[in-house]
């Protein structure tokens, strides 16, 4: 060993006395069975978690739970001008309302669980200096002092002589091998430094290595010598901190946006430096969306797109069961094609593979989401809508909330309505939905204004509902209550049979639909609704002869 390297290490790190083999033994080897992925979901708190950042925890989350592995939440925080206030606290909420748990990492409380942390990097600063101190003590990494004012020059003297590639490098790398003395009076001078890795490779070096998502891939080494600790807070940017973290916390699987892809030959030079054996790597496309303004593929955005961002999903009131099933829709290609040939299997029957991951990326889109998130509604029972739609609107909707909670049965049964069939109705999409769909069940939220097209005398219109309501049986099954109100529309002008009526439609005032279609608006002020004769039932005779008269009255 370099005495010289020996000493500049004492020099930069005098605070740092543990080595690297203290955290080795600190952090021990996971017992897991043969083919456990331990994968993490490993965020900056610069912002909200959106629908991109999610499909990466999803895979994270899937893939640990498929292979009985491990899945850990970790926090990158140590870009310290972008980290925003709350941020750790909203990434560990939108998580938790989506149901994408991690067995360890941060809590709700910001507290480590489990025995690889602490899994927020800002709390792991003297294990990144300790191993820092090693590449020093080796003659792997050295201090930089040069200023931005040099780096531009560098670059500009680069550009002058057409250099193939611009960075700190070779003969421009002039800190490189500074003396302990020269060193020794730099830090005197309280000069700022960063530390920077020393590249092994040279112009033209090729480097493979195989991705999980995308195979094979052969690309140029990397240069530079890149920095591994930035100056004045001497934490690491992220090339360094996952490295160590990652090997320490014993990760198998780095699932990431594919904007690493070109940082691999570095990352690499980065674990053999450390000693490392390095993590399988899959790089996942941005999902991307249709831009209304130009028709064309581009990533979703933050600014653009807030209805990607999960805290709108939650206040808007997707179910955690429906963010899923459309998450597996954008993850695997063949996803949709199993669930049609699997229309009621639990979609965790699905097995994700690295190799049906898009590479072009997913496409977001906004109305197939609604689509999906009707279908998973659809499928489930009225107790279980009942229950997540309360604990939706007692946060997002409190009036919705306490009527709903007045009455469970009587909701519980509206809610049923055309839901126990062979096709049930899909016009849930998200709880925010459920108030404008089945508000009129409700006298105190039936605001009297009714889509009917057609207009018709009020004095028929008057007759007819006076004979509905006098021939009404709760006791009659659907075929009678239909015939009824057949018999009902001939008595006024209305044919029974719809296919008579279209052979000529001016011999009639209209056909039974119609005569239904004034007592569903009446009752409903839709022209659509779930089963008609069963929100009859459900009404009685009295609040149906009120909506009836109030209705009669409108015209």
Known sequence: MNNNYEKIADLLFPNIDKTPEYYEKLYPARHLQKGAEVTRFAPSPTGY??????????????????????????????????????????????????????????????????????????????IYLTYAKDLVRRGLAYPCFCTKEEIDEIRHEQEKNNECQIGYYGKYAKCRDLSYEEI??????????????????????????????????????????????????????YNFAHAIDDHLMHTTTVIRSNEWLNSVPEHIQIFKALGFEQPEYAHVAFVQRIDPETGTKRKISKRKDPETAIS?????????????????????????????????????????????ISLSGALFDLDKFNDVSKRVIANMTAEEVYDKLVSWASVYDKKW?????????????????DRYIQNPRKDIAKWSDTKDLYGYFYDELFDKKYELDETFEKDTLSKIFADYINSYDENDDKNVWFDKIKQIGERYGFVAQVKEYKKNPTAYKGHCGHVCNFIRVALTGKRTSPDLYEICKLFGKEKMAKRLNDFVETL
């Open 49 to 126: 978690v959106h629908m991109g950042s999610l499909l990466t925890a999803f895979y994270d989350y899937m893939f640990a739970k498929q292979s009985v592995g491990v899945f850990f939440l970790r926090i990158e925080d140590t870009d310290l001008e972008r980290t925003v206030e709350k941020g750790v606290e909203g990434i560990i909420s939108d998580l938790a309302q989506y149901e994408i748990n991690a067995d360890e990492g941060v809590d709700k409380d910001k507290n480590s669980v489990g025995m690889y942390g602490p899994y927020i990097q800002t709390q792991r600063k003297e």
């Open 184 to 237: 020794k009076k730099n830090i005197e001078a309280q000069k700022p430094f960063v530390i920077r890795l020393k590249s092994t490779a040279k112009v033209g070096d090729r480097v493979k290595f195989v991705d999980k998502v995308r195979g094979e891939i052969e690309m140029s080494d990397s240069i530079n010598d890149v920095v591994i600790l930035k100056s004045g807070t001497m934490l690491p940017p």
């Open 312 to 356: 709108y999903m939650v206040e808007a009131g997707y179910p955690a069961k429906s963010v899923h099933e459309y998450l597996f829709t954008l993850a695997n290609t063949n996803f949709e094609d199993w669930r049609i040939q699997n229309p009621k299997a639990d979609m965790m029957d699905f097995r994700l593979t690295y190799d049906k």
């Open 401 to 417: 909330a306490e009527l709903l909670s007045n009455d469970k049965d009587y909701a519980i049964k509206f809610l049923s309505i």
